[in-house]
């Protein structure tokens, strides 16, 4: 979602409430995968040693809350405190804050831009968003036509050219009005529409939100065929099927299955390697996310390299990150 300013009940302050297994200790393993190649010179200061032992998490899903005039130091102790890299999803109006707050912690915050689609002048703030140090763009939404309509390429293009990370929300959406008209509709934000633009623009690392939620065997299978596409789990997903995690087993199928050329992460064969870390919750809800992550895994069996990969490995190599 994005920066969701309006003064209803927060779906992510909710989910973010909901604790349902324990977390286990982080391991990291991250390298030779990515449509993302530049890479970026980070602080010593923020590098946490691979030889650490202590795991880097990336959460890809992060919402700045420019309602909080000390968000970025409750941030920075969540992220001390969980090991947490964040691709922190920012307003463009409050691009110049986060940006510096990047400079000084090139490691715990990655500045991506959200940009109204439909916005006149869209694509020169972008190029704004680009001259400024930003990473890539999310949550795109709310969107007045389909992710696919040829008058959102010019965004696209840009992105492509940057070789950037693009994170588009993908199936039901929350109503912000409940008594006035709104001009939206889950299905212009249907996780088909990715693997188009994944295949167009091929150097854009296309991340989908919430697995396309309740379009599941779509998102996996987009993803399946499509090496630049990944999708998080954040949302209700992992609350409603709680006590049928394991259902997710026959979501993502393929694992051995040997049919695929499609290059993944380490070249990991694990069907869930295509999923990333994202929380889309309030600062105090991560942890919860992480254990609901840790539930999945465990139910459906899913091996500590590709956990890794999951949790941050995969982020951090498209980011050229240290682990």
């Known amino acids: 979602m994005i920066s969701k300013m309006f003064n209803q009940f927060s779906r992510r302050k909710f989910l973010g409430a909901v604790c349902t297994t324990s977390a ?5 393993s991250a390298r030779g995968f990515g449509a993302y190649v530049p890479s970026a010179k980070n602080s010593e200061s923020d590098s946490v040693p691979a030889s650490s032992g202590k795991g880097r998490i990336v959460d890809m899903h992060v919402h700045f809350d420019a309602k909080n005039p000390n968000y970025i130091e409750d941030f920075l102790k ?3 405190r969980l090991n947490l890299t964040a691709l922190m999803l920012t307003p463009f109006e409050n691009r110049v804050v986060v940006a510096e707050a990047a400079k000084q912690h090139p490691t715990k915050i990655i500045p991506f831009g959200y940009v109204n689609l439909d916005a006149p002048d869209v694509v020169q703030q972008v190029e704004e968003l680009h001259s400024m140090g930003f990473r890539g763009l999310g949550e795109l939404e709310f969107v007045k036509k389909p992710y696919i309509d040829p008058s959102y390429f010019p965004v696209y293009e840009r992105a492509n050219e ?3 990370i693009v994170l588009f929300h993908t199936g039901i959406v929350l109503r912000k009005k409940f008594n006035e008209p709104e001009d939206v509709a889950s299905g212009r934000m249907r996780p088909i529409h990715l693997e188009e633009i994944a295949r167009r623009f091929p150097k854009i690392t296309v991340l989908g939100a919430h697995l396309g939620n309740p379009e599941y065997q779509w998102a996996a299978e987009i993803a399946r065929w499509n090496s630049n596409v990944f999708f998080d789990l954040s949302g ?9 995690l394991s259902t997710f087993r026959e979501i ?3 694992t051995g299955e040997g049919d695929s050329q499609v290059k993944t992460p380490d070249n990991d064969p694990h069907a869930f390697v295509k999923l990333v870390f994202g929380s889309d919750t309030g600062l105090e809800g991560i942890e919860n996310v992480v254990k609901q992550y840790h539930a999945l895994f465990e139910a459906c069996e899913v091996p500590e390299p590709t956990r890794n990969r999951i949790m941050g490995g995969t982020l951090l190599n498209l980011l050229s990150l240290p682990s």
């Open 78 to 80: 969540v992220s001390e």
């Open 24 to 28: 286990t200790t982080l391991l990291s």
């Open 236 to 244: 209700s997903s992992l609350m409603k099927m709680q006590r049928r």
């Open 162 to 164: 940057y070789g950037w």
């Open 252 to 254: 993502f199928w393929w």
